[in-house]
């Protein structure tokens, strides 16, 4: 399995980005994409997943209402779309994958594979 994610850079406060994982090695079916990120000093944290086969999301808290998740299941991407950005939001940033259950999408020990990180750095 592999996942490369691509799409980071840097915005000013306010603005936005979208971020891609690219996902190849297997079918994804029973799997959830889910983007983490990692600020300096900072744990890896979770930000939001979808479900591969049923496309349900969940979010953190601090993102609700600014980011969206979507996969394309014929495209095998997994996007996250970034608005209302705040410096807050600067880190790297991590897609995985994991077959858990959607009670765990959320925790870092349940993922199987990472994609390499993309920096998002966002100016006030």
């Known amino acids: 399995v592999q996942l490369q994610a691509s799409g980071g850079g840097s915005v000013q406060a306010g603005g936005s980005l979208r971020l891609s994982c690219a996902l190849s090695g297997r079918t994804f079916n029973g799997y959830s994409i889910g983007w983490f990120r990692q600020a300096p000093g900072k744990e890896r944290e979770f930000v939001a997943a979808?479900?591969?086969?049923?496309?349900?999301?969940f979010f953190a808290d601090s993102v609700k209402g600014r980011f969206t998740i979507s996969r394309d299941t014929a495209k095998m991407t997994g996007d996250l779309q970034m608005n209302s950005l705040r410096p807050e939001d600067t880190a790297v940033y991590y897609c995985?994958?994991?077959?858990?259950?959607?009670?765990?999408?959320?925790?870092?020990?349940?993922?199987?594979?990472w994609g390499q990180g993309t920096q998002v750095t966002v100016s006030s």
């Open positions: 979808i479900t591969w086969r049923g496309g349900n999301t």
């Open positions: 995985g994958l994991t077959s858990a259950s959607t009670y765990n999408v959320a925790y870092r020990r349940y993922y199987v594979s």
